[in-house]
């Protein structure tokens, strides 16, 4: 079982429609999580992490986590072609490993259709 | 700030090379970490530093790879000798932790080195 886990897609949705990507984590003692967002040829960049169980919410973006479920998921609000990327869900294990440390899923594709 | 900086962009070299990968964090970071992505692994963890000593290296997949960091603005990631499976993009990331129990702190990547090894 890998650590984190994403469905790899392509997730499609059309403009204006939520989009909603779902990771999965096995370290029950992880203590905090990430989106990243990575352009194809471009960098991985953070768009939001969360802490603590329930939803965190920045502009068109919400994170959501349970942790008694290991699940991790980020949603998209009237998503935009140039939300088009691969996004991709990192976890930092548990405590003892340092809190710098992450651990990376190997991302879905979102395209967004105009 | 000019972000993270990563030398060379592409590197194409034959089996059996020398490739040495560069970076120069962002000023004032004091966690330095090495990446490496293909397809199939994603974006996998090879070693961190912290304040220039190596926290971590278990990602490191052989004694083929070696990474250094002489000082707060440099580190260098070594394989020697290369192999095709080496190839993928290799990508340098810095951050500020600034403690506390919420101490971690955003990681900024560089744009990353292509490696193609024939």
């Known amino acids: 079982q890998k650590e984190v886990e994403q469905n790899s897609g392509p997730l499609s949705v059309p403009e204006g429609a939520i989009a909603s990507l779902n990771c999965t984590y096995s370290?029950?003692?992880?203590?905090?999580f990430f989106w990243y967002r990575q352009y194809s040829g471009k960098s991985p960049e953070l768009i939001m992490f969360i802490y603590s169980n329930g939803d965190k919410e920045d502009g068109r973006f919400t994170a959501q986590l349970n942790k008694a479920s290991q699940y991790v998921s980020l949603l998209i609000r009237d998503s935009q072609p140039s939300d088009s990327a691969t996004y991709l869900c990192?976890?930092?294990?548990?405590?003892?490993?340092?809190?710098?440390?992450?651990?990376f899923g190997t991302g879905t594709r979102l395209l967004v259709s105009p | 700030d000019a972000g993270v900086i990563q030398s060379p962009r592409h590197e194409v070299t034959e089996m059996g090379q020398e490739v040495t990968l560069r970076c120069k964090p962002i000023?004032?970071?004091?966690?330095l970490f090495w990446y490496r992505q293909t397809m199939m692994r994603g974006l996998e963890l090879l070693i961190y530093?912290?304040?220039?000593?190596?926290?971590?290296d278990s990602g490191m997949p052989e004694d083929r790879f070696s990474a250094k960091m002489p000082n707060a603005s440099f580190s260098t990631l070594k394989i020697q000798p290369s192999e095709p499976r080496d190839s993928a993009v290799y990508f340098c990331?810095?951050?500020?932790?600034?403690?506390?129990?919420?101490?971690?702190?955003?990681?900024?990547f560089g744009p990353g080195t292509r490696l193609t090894v024939l």
């Open positions: 530093f912290n304040n220039n000593v190596p926290i971590d």
């Open positions: 990331a810095s951050s500020f932790a600034r403690g506390g129990l919420s101490s971690y702190n955003e990681q900024f």
């Open positions: 000023s004032g970071h004091d966690y």
């Open positions: 370290d029950r003692g992880s203590q905090s």
């Open positions: 990192a976890v930092n294990p548990a405590a003892n490993t340092g809190f710098q440390k992450l651990v």
